[in-house]
Protein backbone atom coordinates (compact mmCIF):
# COMPACT_ATOMS: atom_id res chain seq x y z
CA UNK A 1 0.00 0.00 0.00
CA UNK A 2 1.47 3.18 -1.00
CA UNK A 3 -0.61 6.33 0.77
CA UNK A 4 -1.01 8.85 3.78
CA UNK A 5 0.39 7.83 7.03
CA UNK A 6 -0.93 7.63 10.01
CA UNK A 7 -0.80 7.17 13.69
CA UNK A 8 -3.37 5.02 15.29
CA UNK A 9 -3.62 4.52 19.19
CA UNK A 10 -6.10 1.98 20.85
CA UNK A 11 -7.79 2.10 24.02
CA UNK A 12 -6.52 -1.08 26.71
CA UNK A 13 -9.88 -2.71 25.99
CA UNK A 14 -9.03 -3.19 22.61
CA UNK A 15 -5.46 -4.16 22.65
CA UNK A 16 -6.67 -7.80 22.32
CA UNK A 17 -7.90 -7.33 18.72
CA UNK A 18 -4.26 -5.60 17.37
CA UNK A 19 -1.01 -6.49 16.72
CA UNK A 20 1.72 -5.97 19.57
CA UNK A 21 2.75 -2.85 18.16
CA UNK A 22 -0.34 -1.02 19.11
CA UNK A 23 0.21 -2.30 22.96
CA UNK A 24 3.55 -2.21 23.45
CA UNK A 25 4.03 1.84 22.00
CA UNK A 26 0.75 3.36 22.47
CA UNK A 27 0.95 4.66 19.14
CA UNK A 28 2.08 3.06 15.59
CA UNK A 29 2.01 4.48 12.21
CA UNK A 30 -0.19 2.73 9.53
CA UNK A 31 -0.10 3.46 5.46
CA UNK A 32 -3.37 3.52 4.19
CA UNK A 33 -4.58 3.85 0.59
CA UNK A 34 -5.93 7.22 0.48
CA UNK A 35 -9.31 6.73 0.07
CA UNK A 36 -10.37 3.81 2.59
CA UNK A 37 -12.83 5.15 5.74
CA UNK A 38 -11.02 5.10 8.87
CA UNK A 39 -13.87 2.50 9.79
CA UNK A 40 -12.30 0.32 7.15
CA UNK A 41 -8.61 1.15 8.26
CA UNK A 42 -9.67 0.17 12.24
CA UNK A 43 -11.35 -3.63 11.07
CA UNK A 44 -8.66 -4.02 8.98
CA UNK A 45 -6.35 -4.06 12.24
CA UNK A 46 -8.44 -6.85 13.50
CA UNK A 47 -10.76 -4.45 15.73
CA UNK A 48 -14.48 -5.30 14.57
CA UNK A 49 -16.53 -1.44 14.31
CA UNK A 50 -18.67 -3.21 17.33
CA UNK A 51 -16.47 -2.66 19.88
CA UNK A 52 -15.25 0.85 19.05
CA UNK A 53 -16.53 3.96 20.56
CA UNK A 54 -15.15 7.47 19.85
CA UNK A 55 -12.99 8.03 17.31
CA UNK A 56 -10.72 11.01 18.02
CA UNK A 57 -8.46 12.54 15.32
CA UNK A 58 -6.01 15.28 16.22
CA UNK A 59 -8.05 15.98 19.37
CA UNK A 60 -11.77 16.12 17.36
CA UNK A 61 -14.16 13.62 17.02
CA UNK A 62 -14.85 12.00 13.80
CA UNK A 63 -17.55 9.39 12.20
CA UNK A 64 -16.54 6.03 10.79
CA UNK A 65 -16.94 7.29 7.26
CA UNK A 66 -13.58 9.68 7.70
CA UNK A 67 -11.13 9.38 5.24
CA UNK A 68 -7.88 9.97 6.83
CA UNK A 69 -5.12 12.19 5.42
CA UNK A 70 -1.48 12.22 6.14
CA UNK A 71 -0.20 12.79 9.46
CA UNK A 72 -3.48 12.48 11.19
CA UNK A 73 -3.23 11.01 15.00
CA UNK A 74 -5.85 8.83 15.22
CA UNK A 75 -7.45 7.62 18.72
CA UNK A 76 -9.57 4.27 18.72
CA UNK A 77 -11.74 4.24 22.13
CA UNK A 78 -13.66 1.60 23.48
CA UNK A 79 -17.65 1.09 23.57
CA UNK A 80 -18.93 3.52 26.82
CA UNK A 81 -20.58 1.28 29.25
CA UNK A 82 -22.95 1.22 29.90
CA UNK A 83 -23.97 0.79 26.19
CA UNK A 84 -27.57 2.44 24.78
CA UNK A 85 -28.99 0.87 22.10
CA UNK A 86 -31.29 3.08 20.80
CA UNK A 87 -33.84 1.90 18.35
CA UNK A 88 -35.99 -0.90 19.43
CA UNK A 89 -35.96 -2.93 23.04
CA UNK A 90 -33.02 -4.61 24.20
CA UNK A 91 -32.87 -7.78 22.75
CA UNK A 92 -29.84 -10.15 22.52
CA UNK A 93 -29.13 -12.87 19.79
CA UNK A 94 -26.39 -15.16 20.50
CA UNK A 95 -24.25 -17.75 18.22
CA UNK A 96 -24.26 -21.57 18.67
CA UNK A 97 -20.76 -21.12 21.04
CA UNK A 98 -22.98 -19.61 23.95
CA UNK A 99 -25.61 -21.64 25.10
CA UNK A 100 -24.54 -20.92 28.43
CA UNK A 101 -24.43 -17.70 28.23
CA UNK A 102 -28.17 -17.88 26.51
CA UNK A 103 -29.35 -19.75 29.26
CA UNK A 104 -28.34 -17.70 32.11
CA UNK A 105 -29.07 -14.45 30.56
CA UNK A 106 -33.03 -16.17 30.04
CA UNK A 107 -33.08 -16.73 33.57
CA UNK A 108 -32.56 -13.47 34.80
CA UNK A 109 -35.68 -12.73 32.11
CA UNK A 110 -33.22 -11.10 29.46
CA UNK A 111 -34.88 -12.05 26.07
CA UNK A 112 -32.18 -13.61 24.37
CA UNK A 113 -32.52 -15.82 21.48
CA UNK A 114 -30.48 -18.54 20.71
CA UNK A 115 -30.62 -22.45 18.77
CA UNK A 116 -28.57 -24.86 19.18
CA UNK A 117 -27.91 -25.57 15.85
CA UNK A 118 -25.54 -22.98 13.71
CA UNK A 119 -27.79 -21.78 10.99
CA UNK A 120 -24.53 -19.96 9.61
CA UNK A 121 -23.37 -16.22 10.14
CA UNK A 122 -25.69 -15.14 7.12
CA UNK A 123 -28.56 -15.91 8.54
CA UNK A 124 -27.39 -14.69 12.24
CA UNK A 125 -26.71 -11.77 10.62
CA UNK A 126 -30.05 -11.73 8.84
CA UNK A 127 -32.22 -12.48 11.76
CA UNK A 128 -30.50 -9.65 13.98
CA UNK A 129 -31.29 -7.15 11.18
CA UNK A 130 -34.75 -8.54 11.27
CA UNK A 131 -35.28 -8.64 14.81
CA UNK A 132 -33.09 -6.15 15.98
CA UNK A 133 -31.39 -7.90 18.00
CA UNK A 134 -27.45 -7.29 19.94
CA UNK A 135 -25.56 -10.12 18.21
CA UNK A 136 -23.33 -11.79 20.86
CA UNK A 137 -20.32 -13.86 19.52
CA UNK A 138 -16.54 -14.62 19.97
CA UNK A 139 -16.27 -14.68 16.49
CA UNK A 140 -14.61 -11.41 15.27
CA UNK A 141 -15.56 -12.15 11.13
CA UNK A 142 -19.19 -12.58 11.87
CA UNK A 143 -19.12 -8.81 13.99
CA UNK A 144 -18.14 -7.23 11.27
CA UNK A 145 -20.54 -8.66 8.78
CA UNK A 146 -22.32 -5.30 7.71
CA UNK A 147 -25.84 -6.96 7.85
CA UNK A 148 -26.18 -6.98 11.62
CA UNK A 149 -27.97 -4.38 13.44
CA UNK A 150 -25.91 -4.25 16.41
CA UNK A 151 -23.37 -6.33 18.16
CA UNK A 152 -21.00 -7.30 20.69
CA UNK A 153 -17.44 -9.47 21.51
CA UNK A 154 -18.12 -11.44 24.21
CA UNK A 155 -14.53 -11.25 25.71
CA UNK A 156 -14.43 -14.48 27.99
CA UNK A 157 -14.65 -18.24 26.88
CA UNK A 158 -16.19 -18.71 31.11
CA UNK A 159 -19.64 -18.51 31.59
CA UNK A 160 -18.77 -17.12 34.97
CA UNK A 161 -17.22 -14.23 33.34
CA UNK A 162 -19.37 -13.51 30.25
CA UNK A 163 -22.21 -13.07 32.05
CA UNK A 164 -21.15 -10.35 34.24
CA UNK A 165 -19.36 -8.81 31.15
CA UNK A 166 -22.44 -8.18 28.66
CA UNK A 167 -24.50 -7.12 31.67
CA UNK A 168 -21.73 -4.55 32.60
CA UNK A 169 -22.10 -3.70 29.45
CA UNK A 170 -25.10 -2.90 28.48
CA UNK A 171 -27.43 -2.82 31.46
CA UNK A 172 -30.85 -4.83 30.85
CA UNK A 173 -33.53 -4.57 32.69
CA UNK A 174 -33.36 -8.19 35.30
CA UNK A 175 -36.48 -9.91 35.51
CA UNK A 176 -35.22 -13.27 36.77
CA UNK A 177 -37.86 -16.63 36.33
CA UNK A 178 -39.96 -15.04 34.07
CA UNK A 179 -38.26 -16.71 30.75
CA UNK A 180 -38.15 -20.48 30.04
CA UNK A 181 -34.39 -20.99 30.40
CA UNK A 182 -35.07 -23.48 27.05
CA UNK A 183 -36.98 -21.62 24.60
CA UNK A 184 -36.86 -18.05 26.04
CA UNK A 185 -40.62 -18.01 26.15
CA UNK A 186 -42.59 -16.18 29.16
CA UNK A 187 -43.50 -18.01 32.39
CA UNK A 188 -46.74 -18.33 33.84
CA UNK A 189 -47.66 -19.58 37.23
CA UNK A 190 -49.12 -23.22 37.26
CA UNK A 191 -51.49 -24.76 38.95
CA UNK A 192 -50.30 -28.28 40.63
CA UNK A 193 -53.33 -30.30 39.36
CA UNK A 194 -52.69 -29.06 35.41
CA UNK A 195 -49.38 -29.83 34.86
CA UNK A 196 -49.25 -33.15 36.39
CA UNK A 197 -48.91 -34.85 33.91
CA UNK A 198 -45.45 -33.23 33.19
CA UNK A 199 -44.11 -34.42 36.31
CA UNK A 200 -42.75 -37.32 38.09
CA UNK A 201 -44.35 -39.42 40.86
CA UNK A 202 -41.53 -38.02 43.95
CA UNK A 203 -41.91 -34.27 42.29
CA UNK A 204 -45.57 -34.46 42.71
CA UNK A 205 -45.39 -35.25 46.71
CA UNK A 206 -42.82 -32.93 46.94
CA UNK A 207 -43.61 -29.58 45.51
CA UNK A 208 -46.34 -27.80 45.11
CA UNK A 209 -45.50 -24.91 43.44
CA UNK A 210 -45.17 -24.33 39.89
CA UNK A 211 -44.68 -22.16 36.48
CA UNK A 212 -45.10 -22.97 33.11
CA UNK A 213 -43.64 -21.86 29.78
CA UNK A 214 -46.59 -20.44 27.51
CA UNK A 215 -44.35 -21.08 24.24
CA UNK A 216 -43.01 -24.77 24.67
CA UNK A 217 -44.96 -25.89 27.97
CA UNK A 218 -42.35 -27.25 30.07
CA UNK A 219 -43.21 -27.10 33.67
CA UNK A 220 -40.00 -25.31 36.37
CA UNK A 221 -39.94 -25.55 40.07
CA UNK A 222 -37.61 -25.09 43.02
CA UNK A 223 -35.80 -28.41 42.48
CA UNK A 224 -32.12 -29.77 43.05
CA UNK A 225 -30.45 -27.36 41.33
CA UNK A 226 -32.09 -24.30 42.06
CA UNK A 227 -29.54 -23.65 45.21
CA UNK A 228 -27.12 -22.91 42.30
CA UNK A 229 -29.34 -20.87 39.61
CA UNK A 230 -30.20 -18.73 42.82
CA UNK A 231 -26.83 -18.00 43.64
CA UNK A 232 -26.66 -16.75 39.79
CA UNK A 233 -29.27 -14.81 39.92
CA UNK A 234 -28.18 -13.13 43.28
CA UNK A 235 -25.35 -12.51 42.24
CA UNK A 236 -26.52 -10.57 39.11
CA UNK A 237 -28.95 -8.66 40.97
CA UNK A 238 -25.98 -7.46 43.43
CA UNK A 239 -23.64 -6.49 40.57
CA UNK A 240 -26.29 -4.08 38.97
CA UNK A 241 -27.12 -2.42 41.38
CA UNK A 242 -23.54 -1.74 42.79
Not at 8 to 34: C, I, K, N, Q, R
Not at 136 to 156: C, H, N, P, T
Amino acid sequence: MNGPEIHVSFASELHLFVASEYTTTGSAPVVTDGSSTLGHVVESLGVPLTEVGRLVVDGVEVAASHVPGAGENIEVQAVERPQRIAGAPLRFLLDVHLGTLARRLRLLGVDAAYTNEDPGDAALAALSAKERRVLLSRDRGLLRRREIWAGAFVYSDRPDDQLPDILGRFAPTLAPWTRCTACNGRLADADKNSVRGHLEHGTQRTYDVFAQCTACGRVYWRGAHHARLEAIVEKALRDSTA
